[in-house]
């Protein structure tokens, strides 16, 4: 007969509970802080981004300013300049994807608790605050060139605030489709440099709509770019209803982005063994 002792009588040890969830918030901010840290070992990937844009907005304003005059020229550069060099956002988002799925780290996070909004987020947030900081900068040096707001300060800084906004949220969105999409960097490549030309052409970025052929001014709204233009065009002028009905476009683009790279974010939406 066992003895009767405290240990004998008190049955079975109790399972140990398990570990709380520490919440999508918390998944989320852990993912943004790695992948922040990864962009920051870069420093000279991120300098170029900064640097390049203000050269080319010196060297392009000229010959604006000599067709379109000192106030038309200007704002054309600055727009140009914004359109055209944010859309290193897509190659700053899908790289970052790619690159995980190529080191098959992407399968590993993909298997965790975390959802496909919270994996996309860690990957887009810190390309987000790089893509904010040099729209500013070019907008701040364009206004030392003389790009100036129409409407008062206060709305004027607003609605070109929303427009860059819903600009960056398209971006970073089909740079996450992107990267999800792409089998190999030179595939990713070729989708970003052949997009990159469609979106900054036919949006009018470079050269103004107007003196385009009937054709592409037809298929214009077909691209972001063209909503990207007009959000910026319209928010320089003061007008907010334009400004607000471009921005819808574009957020409208962000989502259908951002929802196809989630599905395939997801643990059934395809594998990295297909690279």
Do not use: C
């Amino acid at each position: 007969m066992l003895p009767d002792t405290a240990a004998g009588i008190a049955g079975p040890p109790a399972r140990s509970a398990a570990p709380a969830d520490p919440g999508g918030a918390a998944r989320a901010g852990a993912l943004i802080r790695h992948n922040t840290i990864l962009l920051l070992r870069d420093p000279g990937a991120l300098a170029s981004r900064m640097i390049l844009p203000l050269a080319f907005l010196i060297l392009l304003h000229p010959l604006y300013e000599a067709a379109q005059g000192h106030r038309g020229g200007v704002t054309q550069a600055v727009i140009a300049t914004v359109v055209t060099f944010s859309l290193l956002a897509l190659s700053i988002v899908g790289g970052s994807i790619l690159t995980d799925r190529i080191w098959h780290t992407w399968e590993r996070v993909r298997m965790t608790a975390a959802r496909p909004a919270e994996v996309l987020a860690g990957k887009v947030i810190p390309a987000l605050g790089v893509l904010l900081l040099q729209q500013g900068l070019i907008i701040g040096f364009g206004a030392a060139l003389g790009l100036r707001l129409a409407a008062p300060r206060p709305l004027g800084l607003a609605l070109l605030g929303l427009a860059t906004l819903a600009w960056s949220a398209t971006l970073l969105g089909l740079g996450a489709l992107i990267g999800v999409l792409a089998r190999s960097m030179s595939e990713l490549s070729a989708a970003y440099d052949i997009g990159a030309m469609i979106l900054s052409s036919l949006g009018g970025a470079l050269v103004p709509l107007t003196a385009m052929p009937s054709w592409v001014r037809d298929i214009a709204p077909a691209s972001p770019g063209y909503w990207a233009v007009t959000a910026l065009q319209a928010a320089l002028r003061g007008d907010a209803g334009r400004t607000l009905t471009a921005a819808a476009a574009l957020a409208g683009f962000a989502a259908g982005a951002a929802l196809l790279a989630a599905m395939r974010t997801s643990r059934t939406g395809g594998r990295s063994g297909r690279l």
